[in-house]
């Protein structure tokens, strides 16, 4: 059993940074693979980025790639989202989660077994 909790989310402006957070707690970070969703107003949950277990790899949705940037400390058992250049359209509540999966198909939500709680990001004009 995996507990995730993100923090972090914020009300920005358009063109801000904010860097968010997942600590987990639970059995061992390092054996799972790491993903962000996000969930817009009236939407579906989406796919952002996600890290594999050394963090040799990271896989991103294109509408954030060059902006958001996802890593990992396993020594911290934490997980983070920095995301420059915010627009409107990044508004969304973002989840964390956790697959003990392997990478075939992780940017469904469906590869993932533990999620957050979601944390808020508004981006104002």
């Known amino acids: 059993q995996v507990q995730l909790v993100e923090s972090g989310g914020g009300l920005v402006q358009a063109g801000a940074s904010l860097r968010l957070s997942c600590a987990a707690s639970?059995?061992?970070?390092?054996?799972?693979?790491m993903g962000w969703f996000r969930q817009a107003p009236g939407k579906g949950r989406e796919f952002v980025a996600a890290?594999?277990?050394?963090?040799?790899?990271?896989y991103y949705t294109d509408s954030v790639k060059g902006r958001f940037t996802i890593s990992r400390d396993n020594a911290k058992n934490t997980v983070y989202l920095q995301m420059n250049s915010l627009k409107i359209e990044d508004t969304a509540v973002y989840y964390c989660a956790a697959s003990s999966s392997g990478v075939y198909g992780l940017k469904s939500e469906n590869h993932y077994h533990y999620w957050g709680q979601g944390t808020q990001v508004t981006v104002s004009s």
């Open positions: 639970g059995r061992s970070f390092s054996n799972y693979i």
């Open positions: 890290i594999t277990w050394t963090g040799s790899s990271t």
